[in-house]
């Protein structure tokens, strides 16, 4: 596994990219946002959330380099760091192929040696992803209380119309709409598909407020992240996704 020079010392403020560092540049990391779930047995200092992370506390750790994106994180944190003479490396990922170029950037920035086998992998699944049988409508709620969905150029979108789902806020002038529940009934989409992230929608929780609508509840890491789990979205997503309209159309209205 490709590995970096000894000394280099990382922050991650994404947890995508804390993955990817971690399984492709062991013991580069010594500081992750507290939503860093992957690897399970990763061990560094929690450095707060990613809209809110402990600036003194990065500081304090002397890191070479802070990973970061331009969605996730907040600009004046960010800035602070700067300030702070850390070097802040910020990633802009809308769409599957940008994911793989920040990626490989990404894990340069932070010292590893040659290009990480899951990377190539995930290149070869995406370049040929899994034919739908024809090509659905989808709204995907992200919270509740209040309903927000994807919009306009966010990854997720892309991820879901390379996989044959189309979102129906695709155009719309805000990237994470608030959209009020009986407007999102009346779009009529073929298909609502329920992440476990941000919000964790469940089978008791969120498919009830579409009654009569094919809902396909998804592993949000599939669908939002970029980082290793991208080399098996394309078979698992896509897997998730047929049997949520295959559910839905078994069940009566």
Same mark, same amino acid.
């Given at each position: 596994?490709?590995?970096?020079?000894?000394?280099?010392?990382?922050?991650?403020?994404?947890?995508?990219?804390?993955?990817?560092?971690?399984?492709?540049?062991?013991?580069?990391?010594?500081?992750?946002?507290?939503?860093?779930?992957?690897?399970?047995?990763?061990?560094?200092?929690? !450095?707060? %959330?990613?809209?809110?992370? #402990?600036? /003194?506390?990065?500081? *304090? &750790?002397?890191? =070479?380099? +802070?990973? $970061?994106?331009?969605?996730?994180?907040?600009?004046?944190?960010?800035?602070?760091?700067?300030?702070?003479?850390?070097?802040?490396?910020?990633?802009?990922?809308?769409?599957?192929?940008?994911?793989?170029?920040?990626?490989?950037?990404?894990?340069?920035?932070?010292?590893?040696?040659?290009?990480?086998?899951?990377?190539?992998?995930?290149?070869?699944?995406?370049?040929?992803?899994?034919?739908?049988?024809?090509?659905?409508?989808?709204?995907?709620?992200?919270?509740?209380?209040?309903?927000? !969905?994807? %919009?306009?150029?966010?990854? #997720?979108? /892309?991820?879901?119309? *390379? &996989?044959?789902? =189309?979102? +129906?806020? $695709?155009?719309?002038?805000?990237?994470?709409?608030?959209?009020?529940?009986?407007?999102?009934?009346?779009?009529?989409?073929?298909?609502?598909?329920?992440?476990?992230?941000?919000?964790?929608?469940?089978?008791?929780?969120?498919?009830?407020?579409?009654?009569?609508?094919?809902?396909?509840?998804?592993?949000?890491?599939?669908?939002?992240?970029?980082?290793?789990?991208?080399?098996?979205?394309?078979?698992?997503?896509?897997?998730?996704?047929?049997?949520?309209?295959?559910?839905?159309?078994?069940?009566?209205?």
């Amino acid at each position: 596994m490709p590995s970096g020079p000894a000394g280099v010392r990382v922050v991650s403020l994404v947890p995508s990219l804390t993955e990817a560092v971690a399984v492709t540049v062991p013991g580069a990391l010594v500081g992750a946002t507290d939503w860093c779930s992957r690897p399970p047995d990763l061990d560094v200092v929690r !450095v707060g %959330g990613t809209k809110n992370p #402990a600036v /003194d506390r990065i500081v *304090r &750790l002397a890191p =070479d380099l +802070v990973i $970061a994106n331009e969605e996730e994180n907040r600009e004046p944190d960010l800035t602070a760091l700067r300030e702070a003479g850390i070097e802040v490396l910020v990633t802009e990922v809308r769409e599957v192929p940008e994911a793989f170029r920040e990626l490989a950037r990404v894990l340069g920035a932070c010292g590893a040696r040659g290009r990480p086998r899951w990377l190539d992998e995930a290149e070869a699944a995406w370049a040929r992803p899994p034919a739908p049988d024809r090509r659905t409508t989808a709204i995907v709620p992200i919270w509740r209380r209040p309903w927000m !969905v994807l %919009g306009r150029d966010t990854f #997720a979108g /892309d991820v879901l119309a *390379r &996989l044959g789902v =189309d979102n +129906v806020y $695709a155009h719309h002038a805000d990237r994470y709409p608030r959209v009020p529940l009986p407007e999102l009934r009346a779009a009529a989409p073929d298909l609502v598909v329920l992440p476990d992230e941000p919000y964790r929608f469940t089978a008791d929780d969120g498919p009830e407020a579409f009654e009569g609508v094919p809902c396909a509840l998804v592993d949000g890491r599939l669908l939002t992240w970029y980082g290793p789990s991208l080399a098996q979205a394309p078979s698992l997503l896509g897997a998730a996704l047929r049997a949520g309209s295959a559910e839905g159309q078994r069940r009566p209205c």
